[in-house]
């Protein structure tokens, strides 16, 4: 495991994909994206999925260079049509008019269906946090993303319909709830296999609905599903998900008669909200700073050093990545020679990777 500088990284994964025929804005806030998951320690959505978009490319489940087709607007409602393009640049140009609107209205209600991968839904929710705006946001996979068990069930139903709850606070800064209602994503499972690591107990089934903590025995056939968190409470909340941002949207809850589902769809609904709408901008920072207090004083359990809120992992884990670099799996860094080589670049190899190390 070697740890590579972040901005090296950018530049490169954004090469990958301008090789593979996306345009400059494309790559840009792709590659972006992919690297800034991995710097917030999310590595299952990082720079792991440079290979899997290449591949979903050449097998048409994704779109190059779509632009957003908007099928309705009102002053606090937004309908787009995503294309089937890559959904990082989908979501971003669709979240840019929703969070004006906002700005401008109080709130907007931003449907979007048939977008591909939007990746790490936090980063989403951050951009509107950054914003000064809150937001709610529910997305599930209608395509081929369909990984998990109903509780009481043992095999793949749906998708692993993450939310993300994003807050604003002062100078920037934010609380950002960012989970799939899986009791682990997909990735994870993912970069579990690639780093020849066992799992934990209560994560996964495999194809015949036996508890099971082998990566490899998911992947394989008949394939392994993944369990919701919180047993019927997080299956409730991955269902009505599923409702949410497949049907509400028109992008097709996670069913096998979904007519797109060769394609990688991310449907999102999301709520956006200007704080300054509905309270003063000083009781809304002084209250969620009461709460903060409130909760971070709770007597630590044993082994604790610290209580966290939602997103602060993340922040920490960036401050670190952002000085020592990310940390990169061989098998990564191999994805990622081969993928260069695939889309044309050339005299990448492992001496080229050395030079991107932090
Ligand atoms: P996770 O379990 O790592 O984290 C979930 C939340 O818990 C985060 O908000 C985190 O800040 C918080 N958290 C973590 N440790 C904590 C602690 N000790 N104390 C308090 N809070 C803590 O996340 P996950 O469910 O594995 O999801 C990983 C990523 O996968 C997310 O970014 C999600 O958006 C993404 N995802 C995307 C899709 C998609 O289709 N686009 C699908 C599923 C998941």
Redesign the pocket.
Known sequence: MNNYNPKKLEKFVADIFLHSGSNERESKIVGDHLVD?NLV??D??GVIRVSKYIEWLNQDKIKLNQSINILKEEDHFLHIDGNFGY?QPIAKYSLDIAIKKAKEKGHCILAMKNLG???????WSELAATNDCVSIMF???SGF?ILMAPHGGTDRRL????I?IGIPMKNSDYL???????V?????IQVAKNTKKKLADGLILDGYGNPTNDPEVFYSKPVGSILP?GGHKGFGLAFMIDILSGTLTGGNSSHPDNPNSHAVI?NTFAIIIDTKKTVSDSYFQKDINRLINWVKASPKAKGVEE????????KNIKKQRLSKGIPLDDQTIKDLIDTANFVGMKNVDENFMKGLLA
């Open positions: 998951s320690g999310h299952s959505h959904g991968h939007i990746g790490r839904v936090g980063a997305v599930n996979t993303g998708s692993a319909n993450p993300a950002v709830l960012d989970m799939a209602t899986s682990v994503a997909e990735g994870k968190f991310n209580i966290l809120l939602p997103g602060e992992v993340e």
